[in-house]
């Protein structure tokens, strides 16, 4: 019998951790899985038996018919880019309808919001932040100056349309006379909007009762995040973050359940580190041994296609995700990527004007400053991917992740060999693992 019900799965770094597999593995145990922030900006990669599948929007449940997909009032929503993801999913033979909910409190990304996030980079020139240009960005700004619209919002044609024209006059001049770019025509906006109404209506629901409801059927629920923790508005690397909370808190806020109803957390993970976009990354390697980690780690941005930058695994941010997360668990993944380099290193402190530091809070230029520090520790220069067992796992990869686990005070209960499905070592089942109880305290 599962004693953690509602799982919540985060990344514990800049993203791009492999969350999306995980996710779809653990759905096989799992009833519904809930997306509680971020937008489209998101990308989970599903491979299964070599077919790869990207979501952003729609939850990783998506592949397994028997379990409900939600979206929670978190998440910003992109409708044009939904409806073409349920279409996409459909065409592979799956009926994500029927198992698709939206909460009516998800904020609507409109054009305006493209617009915005683009022209704003724009203006930002060297000090971008390197945003994937969907709207994420302007269309949290909106829910936060409630002036924003949501789903819910349009199934009220009338006061959608006087709405609608008021937020746009308000960002056109912005475009116009700040930016000095292009206008959105409200027209044209409106009826786009109008035209989603009856195609969404009946994926319209309270995402909240509905998690009350399995919640008191027992059922077992996996909160699925996207991006990563060190991109929190207000614990990562600010400015250079998105615009939502990444953290495990943000699974309660952005889905309606009550904090005290999070059972477990765990943290994904990648056995080094990656970062799309601009800000401080201090264990960045910009040398042969980041090539090696980029080309065989495939690292290119899901959503974007950019290259990720690459580096070492930053023990010092990890721990500070654990401890903002409450994180139970790791799940690491790519492990493989380090087979053939000897040897591994791991940045355990940072120095700052020649003084050990911690993690400098809130200030991404002090973040910046900061040099890794490393310990090394020997390769082992053997195949681990696709790897099933961990009784055939190298001995210097089993210290290796014994290692993190000790550095950071947290289990590593799942290993991830490769990218589909079944190249995964799962060590301990998180939703039965009683993490909380056998924590020190
Ligand atoms: P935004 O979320 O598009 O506003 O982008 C803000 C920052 O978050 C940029 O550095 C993006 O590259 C980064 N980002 C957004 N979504 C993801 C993701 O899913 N994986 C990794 N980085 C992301």
Known sequence: MDTNRNLVLLGAQWGDEGKGKIVDLLTARADAVVRFQGGHNAGHTLVIKGARTVLHLVPSGAMREHVACLIGNGVVVNVPHLLEEIGSLEQHGLDIRSRLQVSPGCPLILPHHIALDLAAERARGKQAIGTTGRGIGPCYEDKAARRGLRIGDLLKPDSFSDRLRAVMDYHNFILEHYYRSETMDFHATLDECLSWSGILQPLIGDVSARLEALRQQGRTVIFEGAQGMMLDVDHGTYPFATSSNTTAAAAATGSGIGPLDIDVVMGVVKAYATRVGAGPFPTELEDDVGQHLASRGHEFGATT????????????????????????????????????????????????????????????????????????????????AGLRSYEDMPENAKTYLSRISELVGCPVSIISTGADREDTIVLENPFSGGYRETSPE
Do not use: M
């Open 305 to 384: 296609g950019r290259p990720r930058r690459c580096g070492w695994l930053d023990i010092v941010a990890l721990r500070r995700a654990v401890r903002v997360c409450g994180i139970d668990t790791l799940c690491v993944t790519k492990l493989d990527v380090l087979d053939h380099l000897d040897p591994v290193r791991i940045c355990t402190g940072y120095e700052y004007e020649g003084l050990e530091a911690g993690f400098p809070l809130y200030n991404a230029q002090d973040l910046e400053a900061c040099r890794p520090v490393y310990e090394s520790l020997p390769g082992w220069q053997a195949g681990t």
